[in-house]
């Protein structure tokens, strides 16, 4: 429930200069918004967002590709969260790069050799 995410960014263990820097927040926030939108009010902000968010989603890999699962789930715990929501809206993997970018952030993500629960879970 979109009710519930401050309480969940409260949370969040990530300092604050990734926060500000990714505004990880405001992200998710417009997954939420774009998967309860009508599709004419979705692919127009897409549209309106969509070089932001392929920024965003870049910034987003080049942090996790240096980390590995467990890591990365510590620093960014809604990123799962984010990047299926992302990975459904029809609007913004239409476009190339953000599609791209959104494999690579998973790929990232994956775990050959799942360690544990939450690993396998992932996968």
Known sequence: RSSDLPNLFKRMDVDTQDSNSLNFEFWMNKAVQWGQATDLESQQDVCLHLPKLEEFLQQIYEHLKHMNFTAAIKRFPLIGQLLGRLCWNRFVV????????????????????PEDPVEVKAN
Request: aromatic fraction near 10%; include cysteine; charge should be negative.
């Open 94 to 113: 239409a476009s190339d790069e953000s599609q791209n970018t959104l494999i690579w952030c998973l790929c990232c993500l994956y775990s050959s050799v």
